[in-house]
């Protein structure tokens, strides 16, 4: 069993910057892939970035690339995502999910993650 847990999140103007934590336990975090989804009003859950086991690889949706940085400290069993130059459509539920697939082919949706924090809101104001 693979527990995860996400910061609180808030509510942030836009051009604000915010980080979320996700902090893992039950398992050797170090095995696993985690990544960050989000989920707004209405939407399906998608991808917004990803990081490899050792944290030497990352992903980023197109969507957030150049704005959000996905970090790990896996002496803290913790990984991070920066959010910068926030959006009024960043506005979500935001995710953090633990996986063991990496590699050209894996598509980072979340049947790819089979662990899931219980999410955290972000809002991000006009």
């Known amino acids: 069993q693979v527990l995860l847990v996400e910061s609180r999140g808030g509510l942030v103007q836009a051009g604000g910057s915010l980080r979320l934590s996700c902090a893992i336990s039950g398992r050797p975090f170090s095995s696993y892939v985690i990544g960050w989804f989000r989920q707004a009003p209405g939407k399906e859950r998608e991808f917004v970035a990803t990081i490899s086991w050792s944290g030497s690889y990352t992903k980023y949706a197109n969507s957030v690339n150049g704005r959000f940085t996905i970090s790990r400290d896996n002496d803290k069993n913790t990984v991070y995502l920066q959010m910068n130059n926030l959006k009024p459509e960043d506005t979500a539920v935001y995710f953090c999910?633990?996986?063991?697939?990496?590699?050209?082919?894996?598509?980072?949706?979340?049947?790819?993650?089979?662990?899931w924090g219980q999410g955290t809101q972000v809002t991000v104001s006009s």
């Open positions: 999910a633990a996986g063991r697939r990496w590699g050209p082919a894996v598509q980072h949706t979340a049947n790819d993650y089979d662990y």
